[in-house]
């Protein structure tokens, strides 16, 4: 009786011993998350952030009024703005007519709104001014559309005197490639599409499509002259919005004063880089020099593929004129001028205008001529950027998207 009342201790004593365990481990267990804990300190102390889990169910969004509604997936997110985008696409392609030249117009006045303020500023009547910045938009889209009747003119009439030089060069070419072992009959019919007399034609078509031409012009016109009506009420307007939206008059000054600073330096490098390749022609001694100088002008607005345009044809009347050598100095010569003067020089003027890397710029020469056709190519980097400016800069939810398309990668972070 003594044994077993000495033995219930040791007993009692390992039981309590193995039920202590799991309660330290338990202990352990709640007390684990106490160092993520936030410290009570002050009014301003911020909330830990909670763990997210990849096992937990999708965030819960909270409507205005409190009620939780289950987040959409991610893939859903990504297909809803897919289609928003492809919806908005097609209706401005739909639109095209109307909408691109609208928008050229207000490029066009936003351009020479300092000829408004500057007016103003000498006390001049607010209605004379806006007369006078209107008459100069329509005297520079008056030159605009000479120099480019006159150039392309020019250039089609010269091109079309050598016809038979260019057939003979293109017949040449095609024997020397079939003296490689191709098969003669095969190159002709795959470079049929681009025979000389084909280019001839398509230089030619520019010409015959005048009738697109002038409805673009017309709808420009009255453009410029209903948005003049507005613009001596417009900081009165702006003012008003900016006192109850702040927000989109902020993005709205973005969008005009990089509108204005991409015209104006496309403007002055374009004239540099005109006038070069039209001294390096002259040197050279081919003809025209002065068609190619606006030519080359007009071209510079065309982002990405609007040097290879400039390029070719003056590079084709050297070929039939001084030879093979002259034209390969042409191509060399007008290549080095570009890539220094537009690829190094120019994007530190106007990056902070557009403010887009060359990829993103060259995709959206692509899309915006898909929506708004030829014009679409010239106001190609002033759509963008108001895209930007208006959808993208403002909303602290998409910035992230700078970190992809903007040339400074650092927008992204707000």
């Known amino acids: 009786m003594s044994q077993d009342h000495h033995d219930a201790p040791e007993v009692d004593e390992t ?3 193995s039920s202590k365990a799991p309660q330290r481990a338990e202990a352990t267990t709640v007390a684990e998350p106490e160092p993520a804990a936030a410290p009570a300190a002050g009014p301003d102390a911020l909330p830990a952030p909670s763990a997210h889990l990849h096992d937990e169910t999708p965030p819960q969004d909270v409507g205005a009024e409190g009620v939780h509604r289950p987040g959409l997936p991610r893939l859903g997110m990504v297909a809803i703005v897919i289609a928003a985008i492809a919806v908005s696409l097609w209706l401005l392609q739909s639109l095209s007519s109307t909408v691109a030249p609208m928008f050229l117009a207000l490029n066009l006045l936003i351009a020479a709104y300092p000829i408004y303020t500057g007016l103003t500023r000498i006390k ?19 030159l605009g559309i000479g120099a480019i009747v006159w150039s392309v003119t020019q250039v089609v009439t010269v091109l079309t005197q050598y016809s038979d030089q260019f057939v003979t060069m293109y017949t040449s070419a095609i024997d020397w490639l079939a003296q490689f072992g191709l098969d003669q009959e095969g ?41 003049t009506m507005d613009i001596p009420s417009m900081q ?7 006192r109850q939206h702040p927000g989109l008059t902020d993005s709205i000054s973005a969008v005009t004063s990089g509108v204005r600073r991409y015209w104006v330096v496309t403007t002055l490098f ?15 001694g081919v003809s025209l020099p002065l068609v190619w100088i606006v030519l080359t002008f007009i071209t510079n607005y065309i982002p ?27 191509v060399i010569a007008f290549s080095v001028v ?19 890397t060359p990829v993103i710029s060259f995709i959206s020469l692509l899309v915006w001529a898909w929506v708004f056709g030829p014009l679409g190519a010239l106001i190609a980097l002033p759509a963008t950027l108001t895209v930007k400016a208006l959808l993208i800069d403002p909303d602290p939810k998409l910035r992230w998207v700078n970190a992809f398309i903007s040339n400074d990668p650092k927008t992204a972070e707000g």
């Open 15 to 17: 039981a309590a011993e």
């Open 124 to 142: 001049a009547p607010k209605i004379l001014a806006a007369v006078v910045t209107m008459l100069a938009v329509f005297v520079l889209l008056m």
């Open 187 to 227: 190159l002709l019919n795959s470079l049929k599409t681009i025979s000389p007399s084909s280019v001839i034609d398509f230089a030619g078509g520019i010409l015959s499509s005048t009738s697109a031409a002038s409805g673009i012009v017309a709808v420009m016109v009255v453009g410029v002259v209903f948005m």
């Open 236 to 242: 009165e307007r702006l003012g008003i919005t900016h």
């Open 270 to 284: 374009g004239l540099i880089v005109a006038l070069i390749n039209g001294g390096i022609i002259a040197v050279l």
């Open 304 to 330: 990405n593929i609007g040097f290879v345009i400039g390029l070719v044809p003056p590079a084709l009347l050297a070929l039939v004129e001084k030879g093979p050598v002259t034209a390969l100095i042409v």
């Open 338 to 356: 570009n890539f220094i003067l537009q690829s190094l020089i120019q994007p530190k003027f106007t990056g902070d205008a557009v403010g887009i």
